[in-house]
């Protein structure tokens, strides 16, 4: 059983659904709607990007875990500096002149960094409880209650809606106030979605089991 790759695909599935969801909610009312089909071919390609990032840390951590580092001996500014050549490789690719930007990662660093640590405690707490005969769900389950694992899922995502809004302000570009208003909307939607989005994960993993408070 590829434990890192069950739980980088779970995230990956979360992401694309919180991406569409998000994205839903932008198209109902935003004043920016004759941009909005550029900017949602971005955002698809960018939440790529962002399960890449994802991916990325879940396999240091769980490089650390099975080696048998302590979570608190994890080089967290080690893990943001490679995060930042998955970054590098999606703003080279993007073609859009509009999108030939620069990024001022002192704006946000602090908040990645705390998504990082974020996803990295939960990757050691899951394998923690993750034995070989047991599934994703079960390792879920026995590593916390519905309320607790709901939380973290809405954690990592306004983290990462926080990032979001930020990058709004690192951004150097000849339509810096264009992107801004968008990505300030779209935090708006991200924010609406993201803790119903947590709740359902939740819910599909504990069903009708008793839980915790």
């Known amino acids: 059983m590829d434990r890192v790759r069950i739980l980088a695909d779970k995230n990956s599935a979360m992401m694309h659904e919180f991406s569409r969801r998000s994205l839903a ?55 943001f500096e490679k995060t930042k050549t998955v970054d590098k490789t ?7 002149p509009s999108f030939s930007i620069s990024v001022r990662y002192s704006d946000f660093a602090d908040i990645r960094i705390q998504r990082i640590w974020r996803i990295a405690r939960t990757v050691y707490e899951v394998l923690k409880e993750w034995p070989d005969d047991a599934s ?36 150097r570009s000849p339509f810096h106030k264009t992107i801004l208003a968008y990505l300030t909307s779209l935090f708006d939607a991200m924010e609406t979605v993201r803790e119903g989005l947590a709740a359902t994960y939740a819910k599909n993993i504990f069903g009708d089991k008793p839980v915790h408070a």
Do not use: W
């Open 25 to 79: 909610e932008v198209h109902l009312g935003s004043f920016l709607s004759l941009t909005l089909p550029v900017f949602s071919r971005y955002l698809n390609a960018n939440v790529g990007k962002e399960v890449e990032k994802d991916r990325l840390i879940i396999g240091e951590a769980a490089e650390a875990f099975f080696a048998g580092r302590p979570a608190c001996d994890l080089d967290l500014e080690d893990i």
């Open 90 to 96: 999606f703003l080279d690719s993007l073609a859009l």
């Open 136 to 171: 994703f769900d079960d390792a879920v389950r026995n590593a916390y209650n519905e309320y607790e694992f709901r939380d973290i899922l809405s954690e990592i995502l306004q983290l990462y809606s926080l990032e979001t809004r930020m990058l709004g302000d690192a951004i």
